[in-house]
């Protein structure tokens, strides 16, 4: 038996801004009872985990007092929600799956203020409950739409004079608060089809013991539908069936038995005991991790774990005086390019520093242009296009609103189109490709003026161009927001958007990441574009009079003597 070690993951500036989202839910900054499930209060205190003990059923309870007993119990998940089962008939009981479907209650909804209906014969009790997010079976993380409403019916039968719950879905409902004592949000890693760099898939997991051991079988099992196909494990299908064996933590060590024997290559191996330190690494109380079994060789290196954070070079963009111009530090410098046409907007910059695109024509027209070259190309026409975005192989994204398609346009000029059937009949207004390239946000709103974040994988060819997206199941954020207006990404699983929490709010920096988890991020007036580099430090945010604000310290400092607009960084 052969083991390997991986010494702890270097976090680059950019995965721990990330992370920390995932660790301000966890333990270092609370969540207020009150407000979305996201809102984090970046000054509050640790108040720590709470261990949580219901109380059982009562002798002579009513149908109602046991279906609301049985809920406010499923907070309590000692010896495997033991209090909760004692609810439930004994066939039920052990056949009960309480983390197969996880809802949080709407922010200033308790199960005491929820009323109930009870059928004529007693033996059936319904709630209607307002929601606010799912963790459905594979532990993701979705938020509900606004107004939300899921209806539970119970049926009851009495087992020696008592009420018992015999028949009901499956899962636990949870408020806000008690989610965050409950649960921990974890990342899981695949790897970009060309093997460059690690991709974080979030998940959440019950504290417990046996949340290690959950994690690696999960990883194992493959990544989130919304990702499939646009992320690739480290052992493909076809090489024989893995499966966690033990796993053990002391002092920091994880110890992980792979079980199978999926007759590995050393390549194979390599990326596999990579992706396993990776995953665990996210968990706090882990520090070094040992991989052995499933035939894993002698001489598996895994010094170097695989590489999260793609480095965004080259300075931001603005318009500035009807040019693009380059932003360096507190004063801008000129570029080499054809003059956009009139009412430019919406500037991109590929990774090379050297492809442009704007939006002109009242967004009617895509228009690429080449440092050094003399030609300003329409290469896409259409209404109301959505703001593009580069990924890091050269393809430009955008949008045509309503039509449930995105357009992509080629390093050669060649035209992509894909089908995304859950922005039909909506207004998409951003397409942000992720910086390793496997991911896209789309920013949209309905008919109703909701405005939604969507992320989606895409899948791409062996010459790394698109060629669909990962289904049409998106993984949704933003929905506590009454408004957003724009986005960008800053870093492997964080965004910068430009949103209003209550509707006619003020425009204002939050960060969010695919976990669910968001924060304010301090205050600029009249902002209308917010876009980042490779952190947070990079975030750059212009207002409607010119003025453009960078982020410093945690603070936010306007660049003087520079009037120019929607500053936007490679990507």
């Known amino acids: 038996m052969s083991a390997t070690r991986a010494g702890r993951t270097r976090v680059t500036a950019a995965l721990a801004g990330a ?12 969540i207020p009872r009150s407000g979305p499930i996201g809102q ?45 089962r004692s609810f439930l008939t004994d066939d039920l009981a052990a056949s009960w799956e309480p983390l197969e479907s996880v809802w949080v209650l709407k922010s200033g909804h308790s199960l005491d203020s929820i009323n109930s209906e009870v059928t004529s014969d007693s033996q059936t009790v319904s709630l ?21 409403e899921r209806t539970v019916k119970f049926t009851l039968r009495q087992v020696n004079g008592e009420w018992r719950i015999s028949k009901m879905p499956a899962g636990i409902v949870v408020t806000p608060a008690n989610f965050s004592s409950m649960f921990q949000a974890h990342s899981l890693y695949y790897y970009t089809p060309d093997f460059k760099y ?91 991790v040992t991989v052995t079994g499933a035939g894993m060789p002698e001489d598996v290196d895994t010094a170097n774990l695989p590489n999260t954070e793609v480095e965004v070079p080259g300075r931001p963009v603005v318009l500035q005086d009807g040019r693009l111009v380059e932003l360096g530090g507190d004063r801008t410098s000129s570029l080499p390019l054809p003059a956009p046409k009139k009412g430019a907007g919406n500037p991109a910059r590929d990774y090379t520093g050297r492809v442009f695109a704007y939006l002109a024509a009242g967004e009617r027209e895509l228009h690429r242009m080449t440092v050094g070259g003399r030609k300003d190309t329409v290469v896409v026409r259409g209404s109301s296009l959505a703001a593009p975005s580069f990924d890091r192989f050269g393809w430009l994204y955008t949008a045509e609103s309503d039509t449930g398609r995105l357009k992509v346009v080629g390093p050669d000029g060649e035209m992509k189109t894909l089908k995304a059937g859950f922005l039909s009949k909506r207004t998409v207004t951003a397409v942000r490709v992720s910086r390793d390239g496997s991911r896209l946000v789309v920013l949209s709103t309905g008919s109703k003026a909701d405005s939604r974040l969507d992320y989606i994988g895409i899948v791409r060819d062996s010459d790394q161009a698109p060629r669909e997206l990962s289904g049409d199941a998106p993984l949704s954020a933003g929905e506590s927001f ?14 910068v958007a430009l949103a209003a929490l209550e509707s006619g709010g003020d425009l204002q920096p939050y960060t969010l990441s695919s976990s669910g988890m968001f924060a304010a991020r301090g205050s600029v007036s009249e902002g209308t574009s917010i876009s980042a580099g490779t952190d947070l430090r990079s975030m750059r945010i212009g207002t409607r009079a010119g003025d453009v604000y960078s982020y410093q310290g945690g603070a936010w400092q306007k660049l003087v003597g520079i009037k120019s607009y929607e500053p936007a960084f490679p990507g």
């Not at 992370?19 to 609370?30: D, R």
């Not at 929601?131 to 979705?142: E, F, G, K, P």
Request: proline share 5%.
């Open 198 to 288: 690690a991709v974080p898939d979030t998940r959440w997991y019950l504290r417990s013991g046996s949340a290690g051991r959950e994690l690696v079988a999960d990883l194992l099992a493959g990544p989130a539908d919304y990702l499939k196909g646009a992320v690739v494990p480290a052992v493909g299908s076809g090489r024989g069936k893995l499966g966690v064996g033990s796993l053990s933590v002391s002092d920091g060590d994880a110890a992980v038995e792979l079980s199978g024997d999926p007759q590995l290559s050393a390549r194979d191996a390599e990326r596999l005991a990579k992706t396993v330190a990776l995953s665990l690494q996210s968990m706090p109380s882990v520090r070094d």
């Open 128 to 148: 209607t409950l307002p929601v606010q997010a799912h963790i459905d079976s594979t532990r993701v993380y979705r938020e509900a739409a606004a107004d939300s």
């Open 19 to 30: 992370l920390c989202l995932l660790l301000l839910l966890t333990g270092c900054i609370s």
């Open 482 to 495: 009454s408004d957003l207006r724009d986005v960008s990404w800053a870093g492997t699983d964080t965004l």
């Open 40 to 84: 984090i209060d970046v000054d509050s205190s640790e108040p720590g985990q709470v261990r949580i003990d219901p109380d059982g059923p009562v002798t002579g309870a009513s149908q109602d007092q046991i279906v609301r007993g049985f809920l406010a119990a499923g907070t309590g998940s000692a010896s495997n929600f033991a209090v909760a």
